[in-house]
């Protein structure tokens, strides 16, 4: 079953403290990092959770050229953060009055009709200004915060979780669901209309060019695909590299809808930081993924550049994801095109297959038998038995104890020897370790909670 994480926005002008609030947020200080000529700030976005709630939160002023003119830049991220988050968390400096471009923020951020809560930031600094001064923007839920102290953190999660839903389930159908996932200019809307078969996307070097995520339902041998383009947001009479014509929030929202992401690069100008960092969040999103090299006519004849040259380069920098299928394509010449649809297909397949619990545990038994996990003196882990608990993505709980002593290289190995036993080429699986003597001393609390308040009760 896959799901779809809400987003939420910060926004705000410069030096409001939007960044160092992000980073108390995710518990971070190194969350997705995009290192790009004129981003103003390394962190972009981050998984947040907070009791039975996740959601995605992106700094959108980490996605602006800082020589941009305050009056279009901010605009054009506000507008960003309208269309696409959920809720929108808008930031303004406690020691300032209000100003002209604190006025363009909340107003815009309003008209969103999208949630929206006003931080008032640095409020631990001498000269903070009250409350009152802030409630002329407009916007009625005011939480006052203080990165340096996590003042107002807990409270504003907590406003989050009331406005989010804890757990936005898709629909169940039997749609796989692909995206087209990639920095702009690598092709996506080219491969978008040969893989549509008809001119769907609107292809062009303008502003607002394929804005918004488009849609495309088609079938291939009888199973219903749809096809999601995510092309990346392009500014007239500009050409920067990387991460500020990115439309990092609407990439977020595709991979989650997305069972099956391709990730596009152009064979000209082939892998970058941000390609990397896609393919990790495709990776801990469960999903399937296949590395797509595009526009493979351009170079085709040229002696550097021949699949075999090239593939275990590309394979080498995406070594952390070695089961995503690689495969080089033009839209063009059409070459490698209708080989991708039975890609989808095969991964779907594996998505979803479901083992028996007797498979997984003699499979289990076996690998612990010929390399077993190591540890400290009598806290070896022991891994006692596993059960497949869902599909899309494959997902193994296995139970046992000392499991918080289990090394990371050793759950790397188990993920290992499962991809080689049972065929899951192109999609990501999950494994969760839980441990009998703490699940059992957790049942043992819970009981005697229950026994100490029915006898006060009494």
């Not at 303004?92 to 209000?98: A, F, I, K, P």
């Not at 095969?346 to 545990?361: A, G, M, P, W």
């Amino acid at each position: 079953m896959a799901t779809k994480l809400p987003t939420v926005a910060i926004i705000g002008r410069a030096n409001a403290g939007k960044s160092s609030l992000f980073n108390r947020f995710v518990k971070s200080k190194q969350a997705i990092v995009a290192r790009e000529a004129g981003t103003t700030r390394d962190n972009v976005l981050g998984k947040v959770s907070y009791g039975d709630h996740q959601f995605w939160l992106v700094d959108t002023a980490g996605l602006k050229d800082p020589n941009d003119e305050f009056e279009a830049s901010i605009q054009e991220q506000i507008t960003e953060a309208a269309e696409a988050a959920d809720a929108i968390l808008v930031v303004v400096d406690s020691t300032e009055y209000v100003s002209d471009e604190d006025r363009i923020v909340a107003k815009k951020a309003l008209k969103s009709k999208k949630p929206v809560i006003l931080l008032t930031n640095k409020v631990d600094l001498a000269g903070n200004l009250p409350i009152e001064e802030f409630r002329r923007l407009g916007i009625k839920e005011i939480i006052r915060t203080s990165a340096e102290h996590t003042q107002g953190v807990e409270e504003t999660l907590e406003a989050l979780a009331e406005l989010l839903p804890a757990k936005t389930e898709r629909e169940e159908t039997d749609v796989i669901r692909v995206s087209l996932i990639g920095r702009p200019n690598v092709g996506k809307s080219n491969l978008f209309n040969t893989l549509a078969g008809k001119q769907q996307a609107l292809v062009a070097n303008i502003a607002g060019t394929t804005r918004d995520i488009n849609r495309v339902p088609l079938k291939y041998k009888g199973q219903a695909i749809e096809l999601l383009d995510t092309a990346g947001v392009r500014r007239q009479g500009k050409q920067e590299v990387g991460i500020e014509k990115f439309s990092v929030l609407r990439t977020l929202q595709a991979i989650e809808e997305s069972d099956i992401c391709f990730l596009l690069m152009d064979v000209n100008e082939l892998n970058t930081q941000l390609d990397q960092r896609l393919a990790g969040i495709i990776d801990e999103a469960g999903k399937g993924l296949v590395v797509v090299i595009s526009k493979w006519d351009s170079v085709m004849g040229k002696d550097a550049y021949t699949r075999d040259a090239l593939a275990p380069k590309i394979s080498s920098t995406f070594d952390f994801v070695p089961w995503a299928p690689l495969i080089f394509t033009s839209s063009v010449t059409g070459q490698n095109v209708s080989k991708l649809f039975d890609l989808i297909l095969d991964i779907h397949e594996r998505r979803t297959q479901e083992l028996k619990t007797r498979q997984l545990n003699d499979l289990l038994q076996k690998t612990v038998a010929s390399h077993p996990p190591a540890g400290l003196k009598n806290t070896h882990p022991k891994l006692r038995y596993m059960v497949q608990t869902d599909v899309s993505p494959p997902w193994f709980v296995i139970y046992g104890s000392n499991l918080k002593f289990l090394h990371w290289s050793y759950k790397r190995h188990l993920e290992r020897v499962m991809r080689e036993k049972f065929d899951f080429t192109g999609t990501a699986i999950k494994f969760s370790f839980r441990d009998e003597k703490q699940i059992k001393a957790n049942r043992e609390k819970v009981a005697k909670q229950t026994e100490t308040f029915s006898s006060e009760e009494e």
